[in-house]
């Protein structure tokens, strides 16, 4: 649904086998985990030279694998990102790349929906609906959620 509506450039999937990407017809390059400028450099060029539509991302202990296709590889991915442009492709790839703590917010815009839900049914003397107007506002500030981080950092998940 998010798809459809946001219209991305990119797919990013990370996953787990990092074996089949290998044994695909993706174009892959490896990076060593980390924060540096030839990390950053080699994140630059694959990004720039990134015309496919399907990016996977399989993770290791110091290293993680990155490969773009333009068909989709049939892999259990575990999570799935819809990705802006080229700015938002490589802010992504840096974040999993590097190994400094990231910060998470993805439940708090959830939880103030909620709240909001609650006071608002109160306020309006609709008590009996409290559930129904605290689960819709919960809902939709999940769905606002997506769609504002996907246009002030360049991507989210899906």
């Not at 996977?56 to 892999?75: C, G, H, Q």
């Not at 998470?104 to 049914?121: D, E």
């Amino acid at each position: 649904m998010m798809e459809d509506i946001l219209k991305p450039e990119y797919i990013a999937f990370i996953i787990k086998e990092r074996e089949k990407l290998k044994k695909e017809k993706a174009q892959t390059i490896e990076i060593p985990r980390g924060e540096s400028y030839e990390i950053e450099a080699t994140v630059e060029y694959f990004v720039d030279s990134t015309f496919e539509r399907f990016i996977y991302i399989a993770r290791s202990e110091d290293s993680i694998l990155v490969a773009r296709s333009s068909e989709k590889i049939n892999t259990k991915g575990e999570k799935k990102f819809l990705v802006k442009d080229k700015k938002g492709l490589k802010r992504l790839l840096l974040s999993e790349i590097s190994k400094s703590k990231k910060v998470g917010t993805k439940g708090i815009n959830f939880i103030l929906a909620t709240i909001i839900g609650v006071l608002l049914s109160y306020m309006a003397n609709l008590q009996e609906y409290v559930i129904l107007i605290a689960a819709i506002f919960g809902i939709m500030g999940k769905f606002l959620e997506d769609i504002a981080s996907y246009y002030l950092i360049g991507y989210c998940e899906s």
